[in-house]
């Protein structure tokens, strides 16, 4: 059984006294929830600050990106036991870092193997932008993500991943796939092949989260979803209220 997994995603938003509000206020409002497994991603200045302000919660914290060498001449970036000193996980290949700062399977999958070898548990984002979607190339691309983000990753440690499908239309658009077509995109292009480069049980154990326009009122039709184990929230994270209700009507949802 996957346990669901609903992270929040802060982007480039929150400074380090509002982002300590935040995470203090959702460790009060989240503080019963257990059966859905929960996380937030603070930008990198915040993360020491949100790290001690959810010491011993049950909400994890994440990195959004980090730089594949351990250390280095490398102005500007952040390694992987910086990070494990504050955080247990590691968005890597979010659509934003591929459109906007040069992001490629290829270095997704460099990231992919420094946050194992750093024991931090990636979460690893995909999806197809609106053309390929109308081309009705979904399948085909994201299942190409895939073998990208996971080539010479060995399957003890794939299982041990989130992926994040996350159609770049749906993000921050306030338009989402309908569940159907996630489900059945995350079984096509994801499972399927997931199957071919592992095998069934290795798919089966891989955590997979719905992202683009997830509120209050759509996280139900998702997390029912046999395919879909939780969700990647942006906008909708970022107010203690929207994030509280989006993991209540999930617990709520699955308990039915
Ligand atoms: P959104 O962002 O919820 O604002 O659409 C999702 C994401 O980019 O992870």
């Known amino acids: 059984m996957r346990k669901p997994f609903i992270a929040g995603n802060w982007k480039l938003h929150e400074t380090v006294a509002e982002a300590t509000a935040l995470a203090e206020a959702l460790r009060a409002s989240l503080a019963d929830v257990e059966s859905i497994e929960l996380g937030v991603a603070p930008t990198a200045t915040a993360l020491y600050a949100v790290s001690e302000a959810l010491k011993g919660s049950n909400i994890q914290v994440s990195a959004q990106n980090m730089y594949w060498a351990a250390s280095g001449a490398f102005t500007g970036e952040i390694s992987p036991p910086m990070v494990k000193e504050l955080a247990t996980h590691v968005i890597i290949g979010h659509s934003e870092r591929r459109a906007y700062f040069g992001e490629t399977d290829e270095t997704v999958n460099r990231k992919i193997k420094a946050a194992f070898a750093h024991n931090l548990t990636p979460i690893v984002c995909i999806g197809e932008n ?3 979607n109308k081309a009705g190339e979904t399948v085909a ?7 990208g983000a996971f080539a010479d990753i060995p399957a003890e440690e794939a299982r041990k991943l989130t992926l994040a499908y996350e159609p770049i239309w749906a993000i921050g658009t306030g338009l989402t796939a309908t569940p159907q077509d996630a489900n059945r995109i995350i079984r096509e292009a994801i499972r ?3 199957v071919d480069l592992y095998d069934e049980e290795t798919a089966e154990a891989i955590r997979v989260q719905y992202g683009g326009s997830v509120k209050p009122q759509n996280i139900a039709d998702f997390i029912v979803m046999p395919e879909i184990d939780g969700a990647l929230v ?3 994270s970022l107010k203690v209220d929207s994030f ?3 993991v209540k009507n999930a617990v709520e949802a699955l308990a039915q």
């Open 130 to 132: 609106l053309e390929q």
């Open 141 to 147: 691309f994201v299942s190409q993500q895939i073998h």
């Open 192 to 194: 399927e092949t997931l």
């Open 234 to 236: 942006g906008g909708a």
């Open 244 to 246: 509280t209700a989006i």
